[in-house]
């Protein structure tokens, strides 16, 4: 079965913009959770959806958002980009509650800010 | 903030087994042990996870001490291709999908 897909790949965006970043969980999988990795952080917890709902959310300002469609597909948003919001955004599906069964992850989308 | 401490790197040998240790000390008791690697560029791979007893699955082993304040993650025979940070994780059962990393174990296979 197909797996997590975030598109786009790679993104180059310039400072004071928005960017929207999408991710198609596994079919079935009705959470879907975003985290950020860069170099100096590590990989940091986002926000977590579940049946259209954030469930949970991580230690980021209000610029970062998120929302998930009826069919589970996922999006963020990150408005007014800075320098240091470049990143890996990966997206992780699992069928529910994390414990249920492992979390799934997309291969990324590379976000450059210049 | 991770509830974890690992090593930050360590070196194997290509067919060797491959013990990755992990302290947990402040787990409770219905929080589970995640591990998850990362391959250079890629997303995390989910790899296994337990709560008190061991855990075997065709990737690796998991032994939890009968305490559970530390674990091992066994590779029997680690290949060239098992080179990645690998990060055990805390978490409870029902967090929702969300993970705590900490800065993980770097582990090199070498021929």
């Known amino acids: 079965k197909a797996g997590v897909t975030q598109t786009p790949r790679y993104l180059i965006k310039t400072r004071g913009q928005q960017v929207t970043l999408s991710c198609s969980p596994i079919s079935g999988h009705r959470s879907v959770s975003w985290y950020q990795q860069t170099p100096g952080q590590g990989l940091q917890f986002l926000f977590e959806?579940?049946?259209?709902?954030?469930?949970n959310k991580g230690n980021f300002p209000g610029r970062f958002s998120g929302r998930q469609f009826s069919n589970s597909r996922s999006e963020m948003n990150v408005s007014t980009l800075e320098l240091g919001d470049s990143a890996l955004y990966l997206c992780?599906?699992?069928?529910?509650?994390?414990?249920?069964?492992?979390?799934?992850f997309g291969q990324g989308t590379r976000l450059t800010v210049v | 903030d991770a509830k974890t401490t690992q090593p930050p790197s360590m070196d194997c040998a290509e067919g060797r087994a491959a013990n990755l240790p992990c302290n947990h000390s402040t787990i409770s008791g219905n929080e589970y042990v995640y591990w998850y690697r990362q391959i250079h560029s890629q997303g995390p791979q989910y790899i296994i996870h337990g709560l008190k007893n061991n855990e075997t699955n065709e990737m690796a082993s998991l032994i939890i001490t009968e305490d559970r304040k530390s674990s091992t993650l066994i590779l029997p025979h680690a290949t060239l291709r098992d080179t990645a940070v690998y990060y055990c994780?805390?978490?409870?059962?029902?967090?929702?999908?969300?993970?705590?990393f900490g800065q993980g174990t770097e582990l090199s296979v070498k021929p």
């Open positions: 994780i805390v978490s409870f059962y029902n967090q929702g999908g969300k993970l705590i």
């Open positions: 992780a599906s699992s069928l529910d509650y994390l414990g249920v069964t492992e979390a799934f």
């Open positions: 959806y579940f049946s259209e709902t954030q469930r």
